[in-house]
């Protein structure tokens, strides 16, 4: 429909995909991670990143699927340069255990594209006892950031390119509970909601994206961090409701977005020259955006920052 290839001032649109938005570009001297890579938006844009030339780190929870998707894209782009590693999100000991494994690599690391997420699941703890949606979405890739953080900063000051991280949010954020972020309440049963919980983590990724790059810009660190709206795509996300999953099968279709399409801002958040130096922003349809009144509040942003780092030191 002509609605949605209509281009915003980026001169992409919802319909662009992720071939598209980095059409031209050389990533040839990038390394990148990209968590929950092994299917959906995450292994799209693993193959994009691998098609322009960058190095790209799959983290993903099942190996062996996280495998096949790899010699899917060498025997696609004989050149691409991927590896595969073990990460399970809602483990902070394996989030310990990959950044350890990584950092020991001596690798650079210039992009960090937090992708990975769960979608308004049943209640459930994770290993670490934290509700799982919250553990899974922000938790774990707080943690992970935040051990790869000195890699990055290294990265940016010997190499003099800029660092960017990305991280994957979603319009869902504005269904959050209506504190935003329920901190005395995160492990509440009793007042659990699948979409306020799934809000909540989305919300956090946007805030989290923000209190970065506050930080970046208060240590003078070429870093940049921020955050998006993939669009809404028919993947295994919507596996917890079937009806809503047969619904998408079929009518979704009509006004969903592809996978290619569905990891367009992704790339464009990555890689795009116009995104240079631009960081605490939110993005949507490759094309700046505004997030809810919530996700602008650096108070609040600034409060998740400590309330999260009480929590990883918890199970340090």
């Not at 960081?279 to 349809?285: E, L, R, V």
């Amino acid at each position: 429909m002509w609605l949605f290839r209509r281009k915003g001032p980026s001169g992409f649109s919802y319909s662009s995909t992720a071939e598209d938005v980095t059409h031209g570009i050389d990533s040839s001297d990038l390394t990148a991670i990209v968590t929950g890579a092994s299917s959906g938006i995450g292994a799209e844009t693993t193959r994009v990143l691998a098609l322009r030339g960058a190095h790209v780190v799959m983290a993903v929870r099942n190996v062996d699927a996280g495998n096949d998707v790899k010699e899917g894209i060498v025997k696609e782009i004989p050149s691409a340069r991927v590896d595969v590693m073990q990460l399970d999100l809602s483990s902070m000991a394996s989030v310990r255990k990959f950044a350890s494994e990584f950092n020991s690599l001596n690798l650079p690391l210039n992009l960090l594209i937090n992708n990975a997420g769960i979608m308004a699941t049943p209640f459930m703890l994770s290993q670490d006892g934290i509700e799982m949606q919250f553990a899974t979405n922000h938790v774990g890739h707080f943690l992970l950031t935040d051990l790869l953080l000195e890699n990055m900063k290294n990265t940016a000051r010997n190499s003099h390119i800029e660092g960017r991280i990305v991280n994957v949010s979603s319009e869902g954020h504005r269904f959050a509970y209506s504190e935003g972020i329920r901190f005395e309440k995160i492990n509440d049963q009793a007042g659990y909601n699948q979409i306020g919980a799934y809000g909540q983590s989305k919300l956090a990724n946007i805030l989290h994206a923000n209190e970065l790059t506050r930080r970046f810009k208060e240590e003078g660190v070429e870093i940049i961090a921020n955050s998006l709206h993939p669009g809404s795509i028919n993947t295994n996300l919507l596996r917890y409701h079937s009806y809503i999953n047969a619904l998408a099968n079929t009518l979704g279709r009509l006004v969903l977005k592809n996978v290619q399409q569905g990891a367009a801002t992704t790339c464009y958040v990555a890689l795009h020259p116009q995104v240079k130096g631009v960081g605490g922003k939110y993005f949507m349809d490759s094309n700046l955006s505004t997030p809810s009144s919530l996700a602008l509040d650096a108070d609040l942003a600034k409060k998740l920052w400590d309330f999260s780092l009480d929590l990883v030191k918890q199970q340090n």
